[in-house]
Every structure is written in structure tokens, then in C-alpha cells.
């Protein structure tokens, strides 16, 4: 199928034991279609909910799809995982900078076709090392660890 959820957070999905299995086997159940589009249909207007939001949903770089419901479903596990929200923020701006933060600096393409009103928030900086490379930061702060 070539469809999207766009809105998976915990509230719309369900963990159920596999009631033909003896051993304690899960599945995971998708609910609330509501919001639902076809791959096909290209950009769409932003639905999913903020903590589960792709970081390409965020900067509008690229057309979205089937991997902003995986990123979404990572966000859910971790959540579960850890007890608490993975990115616990109401402000696109600070969650970008703790995607970032996490998982390192955005791939340059990203930051290339990022919206302009959020690509003035990016810088180019070289860094060298032992060897050289390129790296952006956002918000103008290095958000390793």
C-alpha cells in the first residue's frame, strides 16, 4: 500500500498478544485512519503530532512519506522504552535542536532544501581535527554531547 498515517503517537496504537501463540508473542495494531493520504499525493499539510514529527515535516526540505511514519513509530518505542516523551517540547525550533542533539547534525541535503525561514537558522562552520570536515549547526550552537 502507498499510504501514510501521518499521525502515529501512542494514543494510535495498540500492542496485543497474538491470541494463537502460547508464548507471550506482541503485535503492534495501527488505529485512526482519519488522517490517512496516498504517498502520490506529494507535501500534505502537517498533522502528525509534535513530539513524534519528523525533522523533514519540521524543516519542509522534502516531499514526506512512509519514513515519517517510521520516524514516528521510533519515537513511540523509545517513549515506551524510556518512560517519558523522547522530545518533549511545544516549539519547532527547540525540537529541532534536540533531534539534533540526539542524533547528530543535519545531513547537509537537508539543510540545502530546507524552508527559507527555517534555513537562516542554520550556519556552515569547518571544524578541523586530524582530518577535515564539514559541519552545520543549528541555532548556532554545537548540540553534541
Not at 513524534?52 to 519542509?60: S, T
Amino acid at each position: 500500500m502507498d499510504l501514510v498515517h501521518t499521525d502515529i503517537k501512542p494514543e494510535n496504537v495498540l500492542f496485543l498478544k497474538d491470541p494463537c501463540q502460547q508464548h507471550a508473542d506482541y503485535f503492534i495494531k495501527l488505529i485512526d485512519f482519519g488522517n490517512i493520504s496516498y504517498v502520490s499525493e506529494g507535501n500534505r499539510n502537517t498533522i502528525t503530532t509534535r513530539q513524534y514529527r519528523a525533522p523533514e515535516v519540521i524543516l519542509g526540505c522534502c516531499e514526506w512519506g512512509k519514513p515519517c511514519d517510521v520516524w514516528s513509530v521510533a519515537c513511540v518505542a523509545m517513549e515506551i522504552y524510556l518512560g517519558q516523551l523522547l522530545f518533549n517540547t511545544h516549539d519547532s525550533f527547540e525540537h529541532l535542536g534536540l533531534i539534533e542533539k540526539m542524533i547528530g547534525n543535519f545531513p547537509i541535503w537537508m539543510v540545502n532544501r530546507t524552508r527559507p525561514e527555517m534555513k537562516k537558522l542554520f550556519y556552515y562552520k569547518e571544524v578541523t581535527f586530524n582530518k577535515k570536515f564539514d559541519k552545520f549547526f543549528f541555532l548556532g550552537q554545537d548540540w553534541s554531547f
